[in-house]
């Protein structure tokens, strides 16, 4: 059967009936749940989203019962829904592919993860890494003064190796030459020329040899395009002229050298400018290590991608395996250093987003649909309407369909025209609110229906309308913050994947845009994952009376921690961390909760003291209540509200709240 919505659900925001045609599979292809889900996230029989914590789980976890769960518990949505099984699921899965590749390649030496705290430095989530990584004997890597500290009292033993990136200054170049002295494997990695000086100047202080890192700049450049000798550009490391003059001005640096470090990007969507970036970069080490350096680790950065669903074909796409990750990389430096005739090299990753992003979901409430509403059958031309509306209305309510495509453009362009001529009339005073707004409902009107007949002839969408049938959508406001919660999307137009988390059995009857509590035209989603051709709706079902509706976004485990911002002062939302067990009657439980920021901790965090807030507002009641402005009841009403508003979490809160007393 034809997995598409009907054509007036998906094209023009119609509510529709649910129907017995639509199935879980259809909503699973809807949402591509195929395409970014795997291994972790399905949707059941019923309807709902499962969750299964490691690939191959006899079982799986019924998302909505996390949630009820949850609320049994005083945690109320928005909130975080954590699995750290699947962080440990993801370590083992990227030390496993390396594994199989190492075997497959014949590969002479071993693979070492490592963790970027930058990707997500929550502590708890640092923690089930590393616990998770200990049989691996997989470490860290830091980018910052701050990330240091954090990250040097977990080195347990010197088999745990952290890299030292990001640009260092003295004290940070020291802390980890003290690191040395306390038998660690920390490694500060050089980028630059003055940073090499310093590293120099201070072990020469204390009569230290270090162990040291470089960064080099790759040219990642392909054979059939222009730019494939240009200069490297990357923001930090050494070009290999850089890198040769350094060594050749201070020649006993070169046994000093114990890794060398690459970095293609964040999120890595063309496997093979990975493979030749590790392959040039191989041959820099091959150099070195005939040179005479004392090189053991070769450092290829992050770069893993996480596929998140996006439309087949896109720039996005991510089109490879896990498998086929650590395959290219090991295949690449494999061949470098058997035709160089080296020792190969210990082969180091920082994959932190595809370790983190899975196991992280939001589930947020919708609060309420404003429909794009069309005129009603009863409607009456008003009285003192001019010729634009009266077109307008007449057209709405006689449902003659058009001949042909050609004839639908007509007819918008006309009726878009006759709209304007109404809209710059009530601006300029000559026509009355009501007329304008009986034109507005008689052109969403006739648009819709004329959309819905190209849709149903199967024609494709002029591109000038398409920017018409987005308007024409659904808003829906939901209870968080783009800007605290999905800071990538507004930032840099990730995508995520966005659906609701139980109906699937039942159709989707509405096309919304998500919309958040800020004021801000940027506080909304406009770009969705979804087989829909118009990716800037999302099919969702509407809201039943009585029902709360939830959406759930997924992966977002990856950066979206550490980058939200306290726009309009919304804060973190409560989290629950979420483990499967067996013995639960639900096959889960709550092993951890952590509360909101409430209001008191974000002004806090912007500088108010709550005391003397609480003191201001003492004052300022004391000051009306003395001159009976106010009467004392009342005020200790208003007090007791303002303070538990301070301890209050951030978002919407329904219920009803009660009034100053008179």
């Known amino acids: 059967m034809s997995h598409a919505l009907t054509a007036e659900a998906v094209r023009t925001g119609t509510p529709t009936v649910p129907d017995s045609t639509w199935s879980a599979e259809d909503s699973g292809e809807l949402y591509r749940i195929a395409r970014w889900g795997p291994p972790y996230f399905a949707v059941d029989a019923a309807g709902r989203v499962a969750v299964r914590t490691a690939p191959g789980a006899s079982g799986s976890i019924d998302l909505p019962a996390i949630v009820r769960e949850a609320r049994c518990r005083g945690v109320e949505p928005p909130l975080m829904i954590r699995f750290p099984e699947i962080l440990r699921s993801q370590v083992e899965r990227l030390h496993g592919a390396f594994a199989d590749a190492i075997t497959r390649t014949g590969y002479g030496n071993r693979h070492l993860g490592l963790y970027p705290i930058k990707v997500n430095p929550l502590r708890h989530v640092v923690a089930e890494i590393q616990d998770a990584g200990r049989a691996y004997g997989m470490g860290l890597e830091c980018g910052s003064r701050a990330e240091l500290a954090a990250a040097l009292p977990h080195l347990r033993d010197d088999r745990h190796l952290l890299v030292c990136n990001g640009v260092k200054d003295e004290s940070m170049l020291a802390l980890a030459l003290d690191a040395q002295h306390l038998g ?15 590293l120099r100047a201070i072990a020469a202080r204390g009569g230290d040899e270090p162990t040291l890192g470089v960064r080099i700049r790759l040219s990642n450049g392909t054979p059939d395009r222009w730019d494939r000798y240009a200069l490297p550009d990357a923001r930090f490391g050494l070009s290999p002229a850089d890198l040769l003059e350094l060594l050749e001005r201070y020649p006993d640096a070169l046994s000093r050298l114990g890794l060398l470090h690459f970095h293609v990007g964040s999120q890595v969507t063309d496997l093979a400018r990975l493979q030749r970036a590790a392959a040039e970069a191989a041959q820099v080490y091959a150099s070195l290590i005939q040179r005479g350096a004392g090189l053991k680790y070769l450092d290829v950065g992050g770069g893993l991608g996480v596929e998140y669903g996006d439309a087949v074909g896109s720039p996005a796409e991510l089109g490879y395996s896990l498998a086929d990750y650590a395959h290219a990389i090991v295949a690449a430096v494999n061949e470098v250093c058997r035709s160089r005739t080296v020792p190969h090299p ?19 409430p919708v609060l309420s649909v404003r429909e794009r509403r069309g005129l009603s059958g009863d409607t009456e031309i008003p009285r003192q309407s001019g010729d634009a509306t009266a077109w307008l209305v007449r057209c709405a309510l006689h449902d003659q369909a058009p001949g042909d495509a050609r004839e639908v453009s007509a007819l918008l362009s006309r009726a878009h025209n ?8 009530f601006a300029e005073g000559r026509v009355a609110m009501e007329d304008f707004a009986v034109a507005e409902r008689a052109f969403v009107t006739v648009a819709r229906r004329s959309v819905g007949f190209l849709v149903r002839a199967g024609l494709p969408l002029p591109v000038q309308i398409r920017p018409l049938v987005r308007s024409l959508a659904d808003r829906v406001l939901c209870d968080f913050s783009v800007f605290q919660s999905l800071p990538d999307h507004w930032g840099s137009g990730q995508s995520f994947p966005v659906m609701p988390i139980d109906r699937l059995n039942e159709r989707p009857g509405l096309r919304g845009i998500l919309v958040d509590l800020t004021c801000d035209a940027d506080g909304r989603i406009d770009r969705y994952i979804s087989s829909d051709p118009d990716a800037s709706v999302l099919p969702i079902h509407a809201p039943r009376p009585g029902v709360q509706t939830e959406l759930g976004f997924f992966l977002m485990g990856a950066y979206e921690d550490v980058l939200g911002a ?22 889960f439980r709550i092993d951890n909760i952590v509360p909101a920021t409430t209001v008191a901790d974000l002004l806090t965090q912007m500088g108010y003291r709550e005391e003397e807030l609480r003191g201001a507002m003492g004052d300022l009641v004391e000051s009306k209540t003395a001159t009976d402005e106010l009467s004392t009841e009342a005020g200790c009403g208003l007090i007791d509200r303002y303070g538990r508003c301070l301890e209050q979490g951030t978002y919407y809160e329904s219920g009803d709240v009660a009034g100053p007393k008179s």
């Open 346 to 364: 210990v082969l180091v990753c920082e994959s932190g987003r595809a370790i983190t992003a899975h196991h992280s979901v939001l589930i947020v």
């Open 184 to 198: 660690r494997q920390v490694i500060p990695v050089v980028q630059s020329p003055e940073e090499f000086a310093a």
């Open 418 to 425: 006759a709209y304007g001529e109404v809209g710059a009339s």
């Open 566 to 587: 306290p726009h309009n002062l919304l804060g973190r939302v409560p989290e629950v961390h979420v483990r499967t067990d067996e013995c639960a009657a639900q096959g």
